[in-house]
């Protein structure tokens, strides 16, 4: 009560702060990271390792089972969740609820480490996952007319990405839905009984070459098999690798004496579809602490000169964007801040002067700024929960605004204020 009653005898001081304050509010609305949604942790993280050409049985007993041992030595682990598959072993690890959150990552990654010494020279090192409550930004599909080039589809996805990847804010991009390039090897089964070769030998000389053979890639039939390799990656280095000399003749007998090698595609891990057709999809992903809105103007940019650039066979499409959502809400707050002060100016007009509705109405935009300006001080972002919630608030504010200006006006005509 003190401070309020120095406030009213003191109007000059309490109308400058009020102005400094809101202008602060304004400077930090155009500070303030604008997201559609609040940050949040998860807790927890995943552990990605790729074995090429092992099959599923070989990844859990040499991969999955050597990590899962050494991860479940560290306190803060609640539960972990396996999978392994032909050539990669995924683990989810959960951690337990009131742990730091960073010092059991820490944890972790040092006992994966540790692991990484046990698993087989053919690993790749253990990928460790800890943003997993990360969201695509912006989604293109690029579609082909007719039969699918997968080159071609490849170099004008790959185009679209480095062009996002120049972006400020942009921190990752990837494709889904290209097939992958592979090395097929299209054996002529008679040929390879003319010369008096087995399969048993031609496995073992691509093995001891160190091309990899996944599980499950001989397809054919008794004329011909088709093998799908890895490892080397020039069919001209497989085609020309000696299996086997001829003890009469002398000569020396290549891979490509019996069998076409070429490049083949493998099937795609993830189908993509734009109405009926095949795409690629290229994905956007953004720091969390950048003006979403922003962000996406210069994704869009990107993203039509490069539709511009396309032949005409192709065909680019935005199906979804994120900063189309974050515009939408801003609008809504707008519109309701500009709603909340043309109430309050109305009704207060019916039973109050023009000067003073005019002031009441103040108590909106004023009150908005100045809340702007804590929530930028305590490092909230504006996304859908805070708009929201202030939105919610407008509505409690201009009933209140009303109810203290008609609760004034009546102190103010009781006095006498008015009849002087």
Known sequence: MIWIKKGIQQPVVTILLFIALSLAGVFSYFEMDKQEDPEFLVNGVAIVTAYPGAGSEKVEQLVTNVLEKKIRTVSEVQNIESFSLPNVSTLFVTFKEGNNLEKAQQKVKEQVDQAKKLLPEEATEPEIKTDLSEMAFMIVHLSQDGQ?????????????QKRFDRVTGVKRTEILGLADQRVEINVDIPKLKSLGLSWLQVMQVLQKNHVQIPEGTLKGNEKKNVL???????PDQIANLPVFQDPKSGKQLVVKDFAKVKWGYEKESTKILTGEKQSAAIIVYVDYHVDARKTGEELRKAYQSWQKELPKQYTGKVVFDQSESVNKKFHELY?????????????????????SALITSLSVPVTVCISLFFLNLWGVSLHQISIASIILVLGILVDDSIVSNENIERHLTENGVFGK
Do not use: S
Not at 228 to 234: S, Y
């Open 228 to 234: 799908t390799v890895g490892g080397l990656g020039n």
């Open 148 to 160: 699918i080039n997968h080159e071609e589809l490849k170099e004008k996805a790959n185009d679209l």
């Open 335 to 355: 519109r309701e801040l500009g709603v909340g002060i043309l109430v309050v100016i109305v009704i207060c007009l019916l039973g109050l002067a023009v000067r």
